[in-house]
Structure formats: C-alpha cells, structure tokens
C-alpha cells in the first residue's frame, strides 16, 4: 500500500492523475461530487463539504486543497464590500478547515488560491508560480498561460524545479467569457503543475 492521496475542494481530479497512473488510491473531495463515497477503481470521489467531513483514519502519501477562491482572490476585490463580512469569513472558515485536515494527515501538503485574501488574512504563501512555468512537463508542451497562483505548503512539501515554456496564450483563464461553468474551469489545476509536484515529490515516498 503507498499510502492514500487526498485532495480537498477538488472536482477535476486534476492534481491526483499521476499518481493515480502510479498506481497510488486517491480520494478526491467536493460539494459537486455526488453525495457520499463513489469509487471507481483506485479514484474515491467524495460529495461533502469539508467542514463537516472526517477523512478515513488511514496513511497519507500526500495531500491537497483548493479552496474555492470566489470570496478570496485579489481580482474580486472590488465586490468584498457589497458582498459583506459573513461571506468572507464562511470562505475563510473553509480554508481553515482545509488547513486542520491537511494537518492532521500528518503527509506533506500544499493549498492552492490565487493573490487575495489569504496573504494578508494568514500569511505570505510559501510560493508563487504561473502555469506556464511548468509547461515543460508536459508532452507537446502546453500550459502556455499566465495565471498567478499562490501555494501555502507544509511538512515536507517539495517545489518542484521550473521547466518554463513562453507563455503565448497570455492570460486566457481571466479572458474567458461568461458562462454556468466559468469558475469551475478557472480553477483547474495545470496538468503540467499537477506532473511536476508528483514528480518532485513521489520520488521521497517510495
């Protein structure tokens, strides 16, 4: 057994392909998966809100969480005040129960949000990267976008080294027009950033 990945606030699944290729189980958490424990092969999809879910008690390999960012990120910062202080503190609230079960795995961990709130309201993230910093990852490449992208990292949590490619496409994440699913596909994870952090990291777990 190499130990299970979490990762929380998580629809795509994105971050936990490769190690779901490596052969590792992998547990992903959101309120759009469907309500309970839904397994199909070593992927676990889990509907529930994380505020009031508690994680198996097993062994960890490593764990993520990307809070949603709507009530966070810097570039909404022009709505915080019509949308009042319940709603960021809710979201903030969420972080911080992202924060006690990434804790608690005892595993190396990271947790994903944009430039926003999180800087001044917690701390300065550990690290700060664009998509197109990890394009090379990929085969093609690809991921050849801007989009500023804060980390919070703890126990062990290893950054993996650049492998940047021009970054052509520009900032097309927040050029994309309206639309039900917008925020969903804004907050996909980078595959390129998703093989680049298992690479960095698998590599001390076995």
């Not at 490769?18 to 959101?30: H, Q, T």
């Not at 709603?87 to 595993?107: F, Q, Y």
Request: aromatic share 10%.
């Amino acid at each position: 057994m190499k130990g299970i990945v979490l990762s929380l606030c998580d629809l795509t699944g994105n971050m936990v392909k490769p190690w779901l290729e490596a052969g590792y189980e992998c547990w992903i958490v959101d309120t759009q998966h469907s309500p309970g424990e839904n397994r199909d092969g070593n992927l676990v999809r889990v509907g529930a809100d994380i505020r009031y879910w508690l994680p198996p008690r097993v062994e960890y390999a490593i764990a993520f969480a990307f809070p949603p960012c709507t009530n966070l990120a810097g570039s909404g910062a022009r709505w915080f005040a019509a949308k009042g202080p319940r709603v960021i503190g809710e979201s903030m609230m969420l972080v911080g129960a992202c924060m006690e079960v990434l804790c608690w795995t005892g595993a190396p961990w990271m947790i994903d949000n944009p430039v926003g709130l999180l800087s001044t309201r917690w701390r300065t993230p550990e690290h700060i990267f664009d998509p197109c910093d990890y394009g090379g990852y990929l085969d093609g490449p690809g991921d050849a976008y801007t989009k500023k992208t804060c980390l919070w990292t703890g126990n062990g949590f290893r950054m993996p080294p650049l492998r940047p490619v021009a970054p052509v496409e520009g900032s097309r994440i927040h050029l994309m027009p309206p639309s039900p699913d917008r925020a969903n596909r804004r907050s996909e994870t980078p595959m390129g950033f998703a093989r680049a952090v298992f690479e960095a990291n698998a590599e001390v777990l076995v």
